[in-house]
């Protein structure tokens, strides 16, 4: 049972750690992850299951670690969600980069926001200057959103759809 109560509480102190870890790193982390965000994620899981679970390499000791991570997140979203400053720590608020197509230029060297990240963005958007651009916020989950002050644009964001080929009955003939 000790051994068990060892294996909750390194849980509990690499779970804390982590969460220090990417609140401090910034949100714009969270985004699309590109080859060296999965090999880092992977190194960490590597790095931080050893720490977890000790010297027991069993299965109960990883149903233990994994079932604790489980039952940490389960209670974090219940305390984010009873307290506001909890809240507000982990989730930040979104940051206006853009303002009636004036840039921000503080902001986007805070966030550490490259003028070729910020014109990806525009393109995904369907705009190609920055005047146009009535708000861009970097939201909290990291992506920007973009409000521009044309009424004919329906739909600001392109999403790639794979086109799935479907048998008719006219094919089948």
């Known amino acids: ?26 949100k714009k982390e969270l985004t699309q992850l590109n080859t060296i965000d999965v090999i880092l994620i992977l190194l960490i899981s590597n790095a931080v299951q050893n720490a977890m679970v000790g010297p027991d390499s069993s299965l109960s000791g990883g149903i233990v670690a994994a079932g604790v991570l489980f039952l940490l997140n ?53 705009i190609d200057e920055i005047k146009s651009i009535k708000l861009a916020m970097m939201e909290v989950d990291g992506n920007i959103s973009i409000i521009t002050g044309k009424t004919d644009l329906k739909r600001t964001v392109f999403k790639r759809k794979r086109v799935h080929k479907t048998l008719s009955k006219t094919a089948l003939m």
């Not at 307290?83 to 060297?109: A, C, N, T, W, Y």
């Open 1 to 26: 049972m000790e051994m068990y109560l060892n294996i909750a509480f390194r849980c509990l102190v690499v779970y804390v750690f982590m969460i220090l870890a990417i609140r401090l790193t910034g």
């Open 74 to 126: 389960f209670l974090m979203k219940k305390v984010m969600f009873r307290s506001k400053r909890i809240r507000q720590f982990m989730l930040q608020k979104p940051q206006v980069l853009i303002h009636d197509g004036k840039m921000d230029f503080e902001m986007l060297h805070k966030l550490d926001i490259s003028n070729d990240e910020l014109e990806e963005a525009m393109r995904e958007h369907g």
